[in-house]
């Protein structure tokens, strides 16, 4: 598994508040240009705050591009669909590009959605993982990487290859112009083209020669990853699964049962977390491989919706990742009567 470009700045945040808090400052620094793909961008505190230094950076001659989810604008919380309308506006007047997304091509249908969290800043700052822009995420346990290195245009690259797959792009620029190779450490799912998380996963999961660790809010792998998983564990190594014990899709929370009582009978174990929601999307192994970004290990994370996650090498981060993790299990539900 590639490594991210040797000698980039990681920094991870295992909790909301600090992560939109960086995400702002690092704003309102904004040189050259901005690209943020959010499957939604809800009205409140935080989607406010943003908006203003995304408009002032804007009427610095920054050029600033937000793209968000057709569906997720209305179904993230949907009493605010008309004020995150009206919040489109106020960008789109102050000199932001917004892009609603909807799928065009004839090989899409409508449940092709964009699920991507990502703000890339200028050529040397990236953000990426699970929390779109929302008050309610402060709330949630989830987890979110800043990047900073002299490379990171290939993060806007992603925004310019969604788009050329959407309905519903901005009249002022109808086409894209950003086009570029994206590093080999960025993965897409880009549906009936792309498969590369679940190709990276895959890939994860074989190498493992000691431990597998996957923390994610929807757990229902295919076929492959699920054989994949428990010949791992039968053959010795270890594979421990954290699951978020509610979402928001309730038939989520039963129908992934069969599957975690199949792994921990293969000696695998699964935790789930009780606290609140864990909306984090995360797999990592004993050598320091690690997939993080907006893809749960289910259908539509590894094949139907717009996904982007990293791929790298960084033993600091698998022990960042892992201690929080062993934090985290020590209170949860066990394997696995429960389910």
């Given amino acids: 598994m590639s490594n991210l470009l040797t000698g980039a700045r990681i920094e991870l945040y295992t909790s909301v508040l600090p992560y939109y808090t960086r995400l702002l400052e690092d704003l309102n620094r904004a040189e050259g240009r901005v690209s943020l793909i959010y499957h939604a961008f809800v009205h409140g505190e935080w989607s406010s705050k943003f908006a203003d230094a995304m408009i002032a950076r804007a009427q610095a001659g920054v050029r600033v591009r937000l793209m968000t989810d057709g ?3 209305f179904l993230e919380k949907r009493r605010f669909f008309l004020r995150n309308l009206k919040l489109f506006e106020k960008l789109r007047e102050g000199g932001v590009r917004v892009d609603i ?8 249908t409508s449940v092709n959605r964009l699920h991507i969290k990502l703000c890339a800043i200028d050529d040397q700052i990236a953000f ?21 290195s002299p490379s990171m245009q290939s ?3 992603v925004y310019d290859e969604v788009l050329d797959l959407s309905t519903r792009k901005s009249p002022e620029k109808s086409a894209s112009t950003d086009n570029g190779p994206l590093h080999p450490s960025i993965k897409l799912t880009v549906p009936r083209r792309k498969k590369h998380i679940r190709d990276a996963l895959l890939e994860l999961i074989e ?7 996957i923390r994610t809010w929807c757990f229902f792998p295919d076929r492959q990853v699920m054989r994949s998983l428990m010949h791992k564990a039968r053959s010795g190594v270890e594979v421990h699964v ?35 929601y864990m909306h984090a999307k995360i797999a990592w192994s004993n050598k320091g491989d690690v997939i993080l970004g907006s893809a749960n290990i289910d259908y539509t994370g590894m094949n139907s919706n717009f996904e982007c996650s990293l791929a790298l090498r960084n033993p600091w981060l698998r022990d960042q990742l892992q201690e929080q993790f062993n934090e985290d299990t020590s209170g949860c539900i066990q394997p696995y009567a429960q389910c």
């Fill in 128 to 148: 990426i993982g699970g929390s779109n822009i929302a008050d309610h995420y402060l709330l949630w346990d989830d987890t979110n990487l800043r990047l900073q």
């Fill in 71 to 73: 569906f997720g604008i």
């Fill in 207 to 213: 190498e493992a020669d000691q431990a597998i660790y």
């Fill in 242 to 276: 954290l699951l978020s014990h509610q979402t928001r899709v309730r038939p989520f929370d039963y129908i992934n049962r069969p599957k975690c009582r199949s792994i921990a009978k293969a000696g695998g174990r699964v935790y789930r977390f009780t606290d609140r």
């Fill in 101 to 108: 997304f909807n799928p065009s091509d004839r090989r899409l």
């Fill in 155 to 157: 993060l806007h690259h």
